[in-house]
């Protein structure tokens, strides 16, 4: 099968299409910090970004990748001081643009500041998609489709906000999909329609263990028996979900993970790194006919095969260390880190309280300055990375606080 054919690959029944995403995400201040404390590492990950664009390029006529940019990630590469410091190593602007021009890469949104949604205010919900969205549309001349929630953090409550904030679909860990019918089994490798307060988006379940492999090591035989094996026509499905239950729509094998962390993607030798070891053989595999999966945009997909049965997504996140994503213990597993959220919801509360004022002038300056900075306080690394990150929390929410008072006592 050559390079065109594939590329031109008609969606069929009988096929199975797998859609590989990737997640990128650097915290607010931390492409800086690493030019200044470890080049290597700096080196390593921004290198990460640079390598999508070029092999999806290289097999344009095949690959079909997802890719999730943080909004906090954007605003510091299109920062002139990040792009004047690592220009040693890629040219930053050069590679932003080959997103934007790739057909092949589906450019996928999430909250800027990269919250865990269910653990902030309800009401800086809006804000935080919505100026996702636009940096996205901004950097790349598009709006995204899909909405890929920051460490998969999702509840059932999130639907009516990313189907106003213009979202389609959103992709979640697959153990957390329920069918709405208790009757139907589960099959993890379509896509359902969730619904919540009169709204709808089209929810896409990730194989979490084949996600998990993504991330940490795997070779083109190997993923491509086990996904068969997962999802083929014999399988079954992974929730015993017989063929019949598929015969409207394909398998759908949905692959995420981050994309610049661990050694697996940051490894400066490409024929041992994911790209190199896995998906270029991959690919390869497609385009000789020996793989029995194609690669797919989900939105090509979708137009092909909207979905028809319903499910619900039980809330959780997925699955890091230890923890199974169910309690959302690695963000809010500590008493410390408990009361560092209640902090975000208290200042929170203040600004909401001070905006419904009507400040003016230099008053409404130091409202938004607030808000900006209360927005960034709520990026989840402040809370993943343990109590010692929680200081940075803190930092941000004074800064905010001291605007807010500030404000309350002019109006006192």
């Keep these: 099968m050559n390079t065109k054919a594939t590329g031109n690959h008609e969606l069929s029944p009988a096929a199975m299409y797998h859609a590989l995403g990737l997640h990128m995400h650097q915290p607010p201040g931390n492409l800086r910090l690493l030019i200044d ?49 690592y220009r040693k190593f890629v040219d930053i602007p050069a590679v932003l643009e080959s997103y934007r021009e790739a057909k092949n890469i589906e450019l996928i949104g999430m909250g800027y500041y990269h919250p865990i949604f269910p653990l902030i205010p309800r009401e800086d919900w809006d804000d935080q998609l919505i100026s996702g969205r636009q940096i996205m549309a901004d950097t790349f001349g598009r709006e ?18 990313l189907a106003k904030a213009g979202y389609e679909y959103v992709v979640v860990d697959g153990v957390h999909v329920k069918a709405t019918d208790e ?49 083929g026509p014999s399988s079954g ?29 940051r490894n400066m030798a490409e024929e041992a790194s994911f790209f190199g070891h896995f998906f270029a053989p991959f690919i390869q595999r497609v385009q000789s006919g020996e793989s029995p999966i194609h690669p797919v945009l989900i939105s090509d997909y979708l137009k092909r095969y909207p979905p028809q049965a319903e499910a619900f997504v039980k809330t959780g996140a997925w699955n890091v260390a230890s923890t199974s994503g169910y309690d959302f213990s690695q963000w809010a597993g500590s008493e410390t880190r408990r009361r560092a959220i209640e902090k975000i919801f208290d200042v929170s509360r ?21 808000r900006r900075i209360m927005l960034e306080s709520e990026t989840s690394c402040f809370l993943f990375w343990g109590d010692a990150w929680v200081p940075r929390l803190y930092e941000r929410t004074e800064r905010a606080e001291q605007q807010l008072r500030a404000i309350e006592g002019a109006h006192d």
């Design 350 to 370: 203040r600004y909401w309280a001070l905006r419904g004022l009507g400040p003016t002038g230099d008053m409404k300056r130091r409202l938004e300055e607030a």
């Design 37 to 85: 404390e470890n080049e290597w590492e700096a080196r390593q990950i921004i290198r990460c970004y640079e390598r999508v664009p070029r092999y999806a390029r290289n097999f344009a006529g095949t690959a079909r990748i997802h890719v999730g940019f943080s909004g906090i990630l954007l605003e510091q590469m299109r920062s002139p001081d990040i792009i004047d410091r």
């Design 183 to 231: 009757k139907t089994p589960l099959d993890t490798y379509r896509p359902y329609v969730a619904r919540r307060g009169g709204a709808k988006i089209t929810v896409i379940p990730r194989d979490r263990d084949l996600s998990n492999a993504q991330e940490s090591g795997l070779d083109a035989g190997w993923f491509v028996g086990e996904a068969t094996r997962r999802a």
């Design 237 to 265: 499905g992974a929730s015993s979900a017989g063929p019949s239950s598929r015969s409207a729509s394909p398998p759908l094998v949905t692959t995420w993970s981050d994309g610049e962390n661990g050694g697996w993607f």
């Design 144 to 161: 995204p489709r899909g909405f890929w929630p920051p460490e998969m953090a999702f509840d059932m409550e999130m639907v009516p906000a």
